[in-house]
């Protein structure tokens, strides 16, 4: 008897593809995106990442995909932090691609209840550097730190500082996507197919 862990996949080629075509067309702007794409709901940390970008709205711009519960709670504490949240929250949206292919950081702010979800996969094959909460969920996708930075639970004076550091440093963020890229391999779907029919077809 034996088991075999198959992971949260997607298929990374077409994905790039898509990626990489909107990027083509893609208006630089002098301040950098940072995107969060989860649902506003008590398992992620939307608040820690709003609080710790109101210290930094001079430097980048933040951007939050998504709908639930929490949206009014949330975009009260963007308010009350001097913030617009207008432009911040955008609100449940399809086009993961383009919003991804926007993006210059993508930051994953959750709780120790977050489970395996498909975004961090796909923002690594967006080529983008990733900073999450430092959980099971993230630690395992991010290869522990190595393919992406961990910031423990709550701690907005350490994600100010990380997301510091990503911004001002061109090759930290380049050190951090080519790690991921070589992460990523393990949850393309067709490694991920490969490796199932390895194991149960033989």
Not at 94 to 108: E, V
Not at 155 to 164: A, G, N, P, T, Y
Not at 166 to 173: A, D, H, V
């Amino acid at each position: 008897k034996f088991c075999s862990v198959i992971p949260n996949c997607i298929d990374v080629k077409n994905f790039k593809k898509e990626v990489e075509k909107i990027k083509k067309n893609r208006k630089l702007d002098n301040l950098k995106t940072i995107t969060m794409i989860a649902r506003l709901d008590n398992i992620k940390d939307q608040e820690t990442l709003i609080k710790a970008y109101s210290k930094l709205k001079e430097k980048c711009k933040l951007v939050l995909v998504g709908d639930g519960e929490k949206k009014s709670k949330l975009e009260k504490i963007a308010q009350n932090l001097g913030l617009e949240p207008k432009e911040i929250f955008l609100g449940s949206r399809n086009d993961i691609s383009n919003i991804l292919a926007n993006a210059d950081i993508f930051a994953f702010s959750t709780s120790e209840a977050e489970g395996f979800g498909i975004v961090i996969i796909e923002a690594m094959a967006a080529g983008l550097p990733i900073i999450a909460t430092d959980v099971p969920a993230c630690r395992e996708v991010l290869d522990n730190g190595n393919a992406g930075l961990l910031v423990p639970e709550g701690r907005v004076d350490l994600w100010i500082k990380e997301i510091k550091s990503l911004l001002n440093s061109e090759k930290l963020r380049d050190h951090y996507i080519n790690k991921s890229i070589k992460n990523l391999k393990n949850y393309d779907s067709k490694n991920v197919i490969l490796k199932w029919e390895n194991i149960f077809l033989k």
